[in-house]
């Protein structure tokens, strides 16, 4: 979450560089339809389209981790989850639009 909202508030690349990671293409493959909501992808940003705006990040899975970091810019706010272990079903959702229902939830 530090490195992202350093990333997003200019204190690691210029503005110049900045911009050229959020020059987004849009998806053209398939993707499986929990993935739908991911429509844009830079140079190792995602751009999402979720429930609560549009969010900024990546996520992503290496030895049994699962991690996600996004930016929502309309709230300027970051969320950062990791998990370490083996679960098909928490990647699946660790990755799905509805993490983000929940990390917005109103109580």
Do not use: C
Not at 6 to 15: N, W
Not at 80 to 107: Q, V, Y
Request: glycine share 6%.
């Amino acid at each position: 979450a530090s490195f992202l909202n350093a990333l997003v508030s200019g204190k690691i690349l210029s503005a110049s560089a900045f911009n050229q990671m959020q020059e987004f293409k849009i998806i053209t493959q398939e993707l499986p339809d929990e993935l739908k909501y991911i429509k844009e992808y830079g140079l190792g940003l995602m751009k999402l389209e979720t429930n609560h705006g549009i969010a900024i990040g990546h996520f992503g899975t290496v030895h049994s981790f699962n991690a996600m970091a996004f930016y929502f810019p309309a709230q300027k706010v970051t969320v950062a989850m990791i998990r370490n272990g083996e679960s098909t079903k928490i990647k699946k959702f660790l990755e799905s639009k509805e993490i983000f229902d929940l990390l917005f939830e109103d109580k």
